[in-house]
């Protein structure tokens, strides 16, 4: 390791990413995975570049620092799961980071470390039996939205997560964190239909037709952001409409490193989202998670499956899907509302998707309308902020973006991911009301 070190201390060309051979019997041997770990915390020790990005990495540093020769070798390999525990799969250690990804001889892909880890872990079911049950139902996201929207069941949910005494003893039951930002699970919300266009417009990438990925969040949890973009698409001239059947992309499973459901869920996925493509639909998903599971984890997981290797040249962001249209001057730019000062928070999903800064762009094309953006993670990963031993974690990281906020004292609260503007709002003092970027642009239009 020395020589290669010494020719090329970190890299300097685009990160390139290898398939995921998780069938290989090998991925789930577990010595072969603490060697594998050995070798990549070494770098990660000798580097610490990524120490302020999430707690895998303090983690880390802080069991070679405590250990008795300040060493790895000093670390008893037992404790390598806490750093694993610590990582929700943000992707930005590897993306905006680390100088030592492929192409460089040394090849490290901490992510899929941490995903190996997980999946070792999850086989293993190393956790206690109230924690597997927890996590096996957090991430069953379409089961749950289902079962809180029960009658009964809908109003006992609401009157806990109101009453702190009784979130304290939900808490102790559960393992879910007493005051985390514990989501809303709403009714159906009637279904914006837009309307059917005579011509659409197509440019290279995109063709004029979308069908929105619901996703879990929008399915169960805020069904009108959907609508907002229905009414923003039709706005620009795009015909739109809502997924029917489509399922959670995976992306909560991948995080338990329950790969196995990964694969049921892309398996049910894949047919309905061809299905669309076949009649010249792109697809966007307002929530960036399951844009990057479509555009980067399935293909790596499934790396010899041409359906999703289609899939993915059709799978869009919403701000990268405008932007496109924009630029070709097919965009509706006859804003009526300024929006004043934005705070947006970069989602770590969409900044590791290589886009560019559209949504931001796209902003600042509103007249009267400032866009600070802060390029800091929330800590939230959907499971990571509400879980008893991860909760406090997640506030350290979202404490210095709500700061900024804070001290930007903004119009409007914005993140692409709704999940991590919630948790932004919920850890500010000043609680200023988030809205995902889209519900912003529709209403700058002044669209009702």
């Known amino acids: 390791m020395s020589d290669i070190f010494s020719d090329r201390e970190g890299g300097l060309e685009a990160p390139t990413r290898h398939p995921v051979n998780w069938k290989e019997e090998s991925f789930l041997d577990k010595e072969d995975f603490l060697k594998e770990s050995e070798r990549v915390y070494d770098v990660c020790h000798t580097c610490r570049r990524c120490v302020s990005l999430c707690e895998s990495f303090p983690t880390l540093f802080d069991l070679i620092d405590e250990s008795d020769t300040f060493e790895l070798d000093g670390v008893d390999n037992n404790d390598f799961q806490k750093v694993v525990d610590e990582c929700y799969m943000c992707d930005l250690c590897y993306q905006t980071k680390c100088p030592y990804v492929p192409p460089h001889p040394w090849a490290l892909d901490f992510p899929h470390l941490m995903l190996r880890g997980k999946a070792i872990a999850y086989e293993e079911k190393n956790k206690s039996l109230k924690k597997r049950a927890r996590d096996s139902v957090l991430t069953s996201t379409d089961r749950l939205g289902k079962l809180m929207k029960l009658p009964l069941i809908d109003i006992t949910y609401k009157a806990i997560s109101s009453s702190p005494t009784a979130r304290k003893v939900a808490s102790k039951l559960t393992g879910v964190h007493a005051e985390a930002p514990w989501p809303n699970f709403e009714k159906s919300v009637e ?123 059709h799978m869009f962001d919403p701000f990268e899907y405008l932007s496109d249209r924009e630029s070709k001057g097919l965009m509706n730019k006859n804003f009526k509302i300024s929006l004043g000062k934005i705070a947006y928070q970069v989602a770590c999903h969409q900044r590791v998707q290589n886009i560019g800064p559209k949504t931001k762009e796209l902003l600042e094309l509103i007249p009267d309308t400032e866009v600070k953006a ?75």
Not at 200 to 217: D, I, L, R
Not at 377 to 398: F, L, M, P, Q, R
């Open 191 to 313: 279904q914006y239909i837009p309307k059917k266009l005579d011509k659409v417009q197509v440019t290279e990438k995109t063709t004029g037709k979308v069908a929105v990925f619901t996703g879990c969040y929008c399915r169960n949890n805020d069904a009108n952001l959907a609508n907002d973009l229905l009414k923003v698409l039709e706005h620009n001239g795009v015909e739109a409409k809502l997924m029917v059947n489509d399922k959670c992309c995976g992306m909560p499973k991948l995080d338990l490193g329950d790969l196995k459901s990964v694969e049921k869920l892309m398996e049910e996925n894949v047919p309905i989202l061809l299905e669309e493509i076949d009649n010249d639909y792109d697809i966007i998903s307002l929530v960036p998670s399951c844009v990057l599971m479509f555009k980067q984890e399935l293909p790596l997981l499934f790396n010899d499956n041409e359906d999703l290797k289609r899939i993915k040249k």
């Open 374 to 448: 802060i390029e800091r993670c929330s800590g939230h990963d959907g499971t990571y902020a509400v879980k008893e031993e991860t909760h406090k974690n997640s506030v350290k990281i979202a404490r210095p973006v709500s700061r900024k906020v804070d001290e930007s004292e903004p119009d409007h609260l914005t993140s692409d991911c709704p999940l991590a503007a919630k948790q932004i709002q919920h850890v500010s003092k000043n609680k200023i009301n988030s809205a995902h970027p889209i519900s912003l642009i529709k209403k700058a239009y002044g669209v009702e």
